[in-house]
């Protein structure tokens, strides 16, 4: 009885508790990472992720080789939180899929806090929210959700997990396949890159923003689009990384934007 005791107690201290370990912010980071891909459909590799996490900034230490972010992952696997599936893809397990949605929330909640109670220019917060995410209890969350008015989708578009947001496509589509002389409404623009969102905020090619495509060259590999300030041209593979979605007018009546587009 004495040794069947002792088994028992070995077996508990040797199986991995993660919802009692403290998890690392590079662990963080990479489920974040996993969830934002897994929200675009994109389940990666070891050599997958590795690229993608090159695109963050070098302050995450989130691994720029191969064997580091294989390392990582293998740790991750031990901790629950991560799987290998047959394809060598790298899954979130439940438990990592709960705490990478938390990471979401918190993460686009800080781009809030940025923007609109700090004041930061739009194309700051997303590299400011990684600074402040880690430190969001849930006590801090629900004040600052009370305090923004309970937004269901971060400044760039991504739904908050939790805040009732679908992340269906409901008739989303990518810039790039978008008709020409028609109005659309920007849905959703890529955080990562700043140089590129000063551009897009510049341009007011921002979420919610109407923009009419005066010219499609796919032969040229150029997009002109028409704001509310200004013509821009862009190429198409800035296009493919943003989502729009149709205009639709009850009034029967033709945005300024479609309207100057036809008449040009």
Same mark, same amino acid.
């Given at each position: 009885?004495?040794?069947?005791?002792?088994?028992?107690?070995?077996? =508990?201290?040797?199986?991995?508790?993660?919802?009692?370990?403290?998890?690392?912010?590079?662990?963080?980071?990479?489920?974040?990472?996993?969830?934002?891909? =897994?929200?675009?459909?994109?389940?990666?590799?070891?050599?997958?992720?590795?690229?993608?996490?090159?695109?963050?900034?070098?302050?995450?230490?989130?691994?720029?080789?191969?064997?580091?972010?294989?390392?990582?992952?293998?740790?991750?696997?031990?901790?629950?939180?991560?799987?290998?599936?047959?394809?060598?893809? +790298?899954?979130?397990?439940?438990?990592?899929?709960?705490?990478?949605?938390?990471?979401?929330?918190?993460?686009?909640?800080?781009?809030?806090?940025?923007?609109?109670?700090?004041?930061?220019?739009?194309?700051?917060?997303?590299?400011?929210?990684? =600074?402040?995410?880690?430190?969001?209890?849930?006590? !801090?969350?629900?004040?600052?959700?009370? =305090?923004?008015?309970?937004?269901?989708?971060?400044? !760039?578009?991504?739904?908050?997990?939790?805040?009732?947001?679908?992340?269906?496509?409901?008739?989303?589509?990518?810039?790039?396949?978008?008709?020409?002389?028609?109005?659309?409404?920007?849905?959703?623009?890529?955080?990562?890159?700043?140089?590129?969102?000063?551009?897009?905020?510049?341009?007011?090619?921002?979420?919610?923003?109407?923009?009419?495509?005066?010219?499609?060259?796919?032969?040229?590999?150029? !997009?002109?689009?028409?704001?509310?300030?200004?013509?821009?041209?862009?190429?198409?593979? +800035?296009?493919?990384?943003?989502?729009?979605?149709?205009?639709?007018?009850?009034?029967?009546?033709?945005?300024?934007?479609?309207?100057?587009?036809?008449?040009?």
């Amino acid at each position: 009885m004495v040794t069947a005791t002792k088994s028992r107690a070995k077996k =508990r201290v040797d199986t991995p508790n993660p919802a009692a370990e403290r998890l690392s912010q590079t662990t963080e980071n990479y489920l974040l990472c996993l969830y934002k891909m =897994r929200e675009d459909q994109e389940f990666p590799t070891i050599t997958q992720l590795t690229d993608y996490l090159r695109q963050l900034p070098a302050t995450e230490s989130l691994g720029t080789s191969v064997p580091s972010v294989a390392g990582m992952i293998r740790r991750m696997q031990k901790q629950g939180l991560v799987r290998i599936d047959g394809d060598k893809r +790298v899954q979130l397990t439940e438990f990592g899929l709960q705490i990478g949605e938390d990471m979401a929330r918190r993460h686009r909640l800080a781009e809030w806090l940025v923007v609109r109670l700090i004041g930061m220019d739009l194309y700051r917060a997303h590299m400011e929210a990684h =600074r402040l995410e880690h430190g969001m209890s849930p006590e !801090f969350q629900e004040r600052l959700i009370e =305090r923004l008015g309970r937004p269901k989708r971060s400044p !760039f578009g991504r739904p908050i997990p939790g805040m009732g947001q679908d992340n269906t496509p409901g008739g989303r589509m990518a810039l790039e396949l978008a008709n020409e002389r028609e109005t659309y409404v920007v849905d959703r623009v890529p955080e990562d890159d700043i140089a590129l969102l000063q551009f897009l905020v510049e341009s007011q090619i921002i979420p919610d923003r109407e923009i009419t495509v005066t010219q499609a060259a796919p032969h040229l590999g150029v !997009f002109k689009i028409a704001t509310a300030t200004e013509e821009v041209s862009i190429g198409y593979n +800035v296009a493919k990384k943003i989502l729009v979605r149709p205009s639709i007018r009850t009034d029967g009546q033709k945005s300024s934007l479609e309207a100057a587009a036809i008449a040009g």
